[in-house]
T-cell receptor
Framework: DVKVTQSSRYLVKRTGEKVFLECVQD?????MFWYRQDPGLGLRLIYF???????EKGDIPEGYSVSREKKERFSLILESASTNQTSMYLC?????????FGQGTRLTVV | GNSVTQMEGPVTLSEEAFLTINCTYT??????LFWYVQYPGEGLQLLLK?????DKGSNKGFEATYRKETTSFHLEKGSVQVSDSAVYFC???????????FGAGTQVVVTP
């Protein structure tokens, strides 16, 4: 069974903290993605990566960075968390025709 | 610009009712189209997909047909169950890297 695993289901962080969200996939996919999900806005792409050490900005990259040191792992970094980054974060990996999602990390910034 | 638009929810139905969720898209060319489902507390799962015009995707009693004339991909199910309560997302492929553009999602609530 294919699997995308996000390291935390729930996180609470303070404003200004550096936050790491980790994602691991076991399908040997080259493409990996980070989305955030907000009510009424659907999913919006933050960053994606199509190879190790490669990254591309999505639609809303401001305030975020990413790291892809190994093929199976794609990390999302909030350099200095702010309250407007409170959201559900979804990691995905995929081929050209389908994306597989993790269970999501609900991040609250207080 | 390119977009995916789906009907707003929540949609509340009784068990065994007919469900339709409308989805339209704008794009250059003919992108692959998808429906994803998110059950409470979980990530998104692929429900069905269609890769070219007139294709019909189907799974778990759900169907959607790729209509290029109306640029639509409406989701239908003839008889819903309580277990179908979830948020449904319409999506289109945006480029060859496997990126997707999602609609805002439609919450469906099925009552016994």
């Amino acid at each position: 069974d294919v699997k995308v695993t996000q390291s935390s289901r729930y996180l609470v962080k303070r404003t200004g903290e550096k936050v790491f969200l980790e994602c691991v996939q076991d399908m040997d996919h080259e493409n990996m993605f980070w989305y955030r999900q907000d009510p009424g806005l659907g999913l919006r792409l933050i960053y994606f990566s199509y190879d190790v050490k490669m990254k591309e900005k999505g639609d809303i990259p401001e305030g975020y960075s990413v790291s892809r040191e190994k093929k199976e792992r794609f990390s999302l970094i909030l350099e200095s968390a702010s309250t407007n980054q409170t959201s559900m974060y979804l990691c995905a990996s995929g081929s050209n025709t389908e994306a597989f999602f993790g269970q999501g990390t609900r991040l609250t910034v207080v | 610009g390119n977009s995916v638009t789906q009907m707003e929810g929540p949609v509340t139905l009784s068990e065994e009712a007919f469900l339709t969720i409308n989805c339209t898209y704008t794009a250059t060319g003919y992108p692959s189209l998808f429906w994803y489902v998110q059950y409470p507390g979980e990530g998104l799962q692929l429900l069905l997909k269609a890769t070219k015009a007139d294709d019909k995707g189907s799974n778990k009693g759900f169907e959607a047909t790729y209509r290029k004339e109306t640029t639509s991909f409406h989701l239908e199910k003839g008889s819903v169950q309580v277990s179908d309560s979830a948020v449904y997302f319409c999506a289109r492929e945006t480029d060859s890297w496997g990126k997707f553009q999602f609609g805002a999602g439609t919450q469906v609530v099925v009552t016994p």
